[in-house]
């Protein structure tokens, strides 16, 4: 018999903890977020702090979608952005490690590397292996991006059809899932893939919330179930 979540009714459960890897948090989120952590380069060395509040807010754009989603989530936060919105496959695989040892069960990742590196792909088949949910950022065309390249991950983008609470199922080469592609602030500059990841993070948590034994691949089942759309999103030119 198939796993199955019966997702005309998803209830509320305590402990389900998500992991974000981005810039970090805000101040008044504090209260949010369970415990952080950054991973920072210094003297071409790795090295593991102290959050500090986010400088560019993405990450924290991000924690006030899935939080949206699923306020009952304990949030943990790995820092791996500073001033630039760059980093390195180093400082994300550590930051997935971290976020394992934490007992995460499901890891936003809205960013994409374009170099495939053995350290992270390694970091994602050891929370692959531990059984946490990986949802990571992919663009809805182009190239692929690491780590939604890899197998296992699922790939998420935004889709301009998507309402606030609505999905879609893209099954492209690109993208498995789109979401909603703006933020509460309703800004452009940032809106896109990496927001509609985080949307889809937070309908992922809901479902662990009712279901947290779930596997990915019944979580994906359940998507598909309560997608708004199917197929990729049509422009016309």
Same mark, same amino acid.
């Given at each position: 018999m198939?796993?199955?979540?019966?997702?005309?009714n998803?209830?509320k459960?305590?402990g389900?903890?998500?992991g /974000?890897v981005?810039?970090?948090?805000?101040?008044d989120?504090?209260?949010?977020? =369970?415990d952080g952590?950054a991973? /920072?380069?210094?003297?071409?060395? !790795?090295?593991?702090?102290?959050?500090?509040?986010?400088?560019?807010?993405?990450?924290?754009?991000?924690l006030? /979608? /899935?939080?949206?989603?699923?306020?009952?989530?304990?949030? *943990?936060?790995?820092?791996?952005?500073?001033q630039r919105?760059?980093?390195?496959?180093a400082?994300?695989?550590?930051?997935i490690?971290? !976020?394992?040892s934490?007992?995460?069960?499901?890891?936003?990742?809205s960013?994409g590397?374009?170099?495939?590196?053995?350290?992270?792909? =390694?970091a994602?088949? &050891?929370? !692959?292996?531990?059984?946490?949910?990986?949802?990571?950022?992919?663009?809805?065309?182009?190239?692929?991006?690491y780590?939604?390249?890899?197998?296992?991950?699922?790939?998420?983008?935004?889709?301009?059809?998507?309402?606030?609470? =609505?999905?879609?199922w893209?099954?492209t080469? *690109?993208?498995?899932?789109?979401?909603?592609? !703006?933020?509460?602030?309703? &800004?452009q500059?940032?809106?896109?893939?990496?927001?509609?990841?985080?949307?889809?993070?937070?309908?992922?948590?809901?479902?662990?919330?009712?279901?947290?034994?779930?596997?990915?691949?019944?979580?994906v &089942?359940?998507?598909?179930?309560?997608?708004? *759309?199917?197929?990729?999103?049509?422009?016309?030119?």
């Amino acid at each position: 018999m198939s796993e199955s979540i019966d997702v005309e009714n998803v209830g509320k459960s305590l402990g389900i903890r998500v992991g /974000i890897v981005d810039s970090g948090f805000r101040l008044d989120q504090q209260d949010l977020v =369970e415990d952080g952590a950054a991973f /920072i380069l210094h003297d071409g060395a !790795l090295w593991m702090d102290e959050p500090s509040e986010d400088p560019i807010n993405h990450g924290a754009r991000l924690l006030d /979608i /899935i939080h949206h989603h699923a306020p009952e989530a304990l949030v *943990y936060a790995a820092q791996v952005f500073n001033q630039r919105s760059t980093t390195t496959a180093a400082q994300v695989a550590a930051a997935i490690d971290w !976020l394992v040892s934490q007992q995460v069960r499901v890891i936003n990742l809205s960013l994409g590397l374009r170099d495939d590196r053995p350290v992270l792909k =390694e970091a994602v088949n &050891k929370a !692959l292996s531990a059984g946490v949910i990986l949802c990571a950022s992919s663009p809805a065309r182009g190239e692929p991006v690491y780590p939604s390249a890899y197998d296992g991950v699922i790939r998420m983008t935004g889709d301009a059809r998507c309402a606030l609470d =609505e999905i879609s199922w893209l099954n492209t080469q *690109y993208a498995d899932f789109g979401g909603h592609v !703006l933020g509460f602030d309703q &800004k452009q500059q940032t809106a896109g893939s990496s927001l509609g990841c985080a949307h889809m993070t937070g309908h992922i948590t809901r479902l662990l919330l009712s279901s947290p034994d779930a596997s990915s691949e019944a979580i994906v &089942k359940a998507l598909q179930q309560q997608a708004h *759309y199917r197929g990729p999103e049509r422009r016309l030119s």
